[in-house]
């Protein structure tokens, strides 16, 4: 079965600087990748979308990246705010599959002032 | 427009009785999914809507849980009789075929259960 890591551990980093997700699967690729954003006891909140046959995509400070050789897709925010302290979320969805999403188990940011 | 909408948001009940929980998904999505999260993973699906119809329930304890969807619109999630591990945050998503973002799933803020 499809197997989705995200970063195993909280990332911290310091304001101004970029910040780096990192979601890795296994078996075949998606027909594309989304991105969440998820707050304490809140519902995740949709980021960016990036196709199988696309290899990046900005949204203002957002920038996703997806390597299929690698099996990798890559999330950045640059100038990072403490504002953007939350956990993302990486989901998958696969051709075929009724836009079922397989969520990642997410990775925990905090982004220190 | 109005986002989708659960109640109640938080449960507190023991282990053996039963639960429901509600959702109105965003006018005109004719998709429905309820996933469960536990603490500190992600958003796992129980059951998946189309309108009216089941699109898919493959992950759905069926000895315990059910799901409905009568009219197209509101659904219901029921537990019984719930379980200690059936404590997490039951999530109600829509989505519409239209949107330009294909795929792209509208989340409840989520209700809470914790089974004592």
């Known amino acids: 079965s499809q197997k989705i890591e995200q970063n195993s551990e909280a990332l911290n980093i310091q304001e101004g600087k970029t910040a780096t997700l990192t979601c890795n699967y296994t078996?075949?690729?998606?027909?594309?990748l989304q991105w969440y954003r998820q707050d304490p006891g809140r519902g995740p909140v949709f980021l960016l979308l990036?196709?199988?046959?696309?290899k990046e995509k900005r949204k203002e400070r957002l920038k996703v990246t997806f390597d299929t050789t690698l099996k990798q897709s890559l999330f950045h925010i640059t100038a990072s705010q403490p504002a953007d302290s939350a956990t993302y979320l990486c989901a998958l969805s696969y051709s075929g599959s009724a836009r079922q999403l397989t969520f990642g188990s997410g990775t925990q940011l905090t982004v220190l002032p | 427009e109005a986002g989708v909408a659960q109640s109640p948001r938080y449960k507190i009940i023991e282990k053996r009785q039963s639960v429901a929980f509600w959702c109105n998904p965003i006018?005109?999505?004719?998709?429905l999914y309820w996933y469960q999260q536990i603490l500190g993973q992600g958003p796992k699906l129980l059951i998946q809507f189309q309108n009216n119809g089941v699109v898919d329930d493959s992950q759905l304890p069926k000895d315990r849980f059910s799901a409905e969807r009568l009219k197209g619109v509101d659904s219901t999630l029921k537990i019984q009789p719930a379980k200690l591990e059936d404590s997490a945050v039951y999530l109600c998503?829509?989505?519409?075929?239209?949107?330009?973002?294909?795929?792209?799933?509208?989340f409840g803020e989520g209700s809470r259960l914790t089974v004592l």
């Open positions: 998503a829509s989505s519409s075929p239209g949107t330009k973002n294909t795929g792209e799933l509208f």
């Open positions: 078996n075949y690729s998606p027909a594309y």
């Open positions: 990036i196709r199988e046959n696309e």
């Open positions: 006018s005109g999505h004719a998709t």
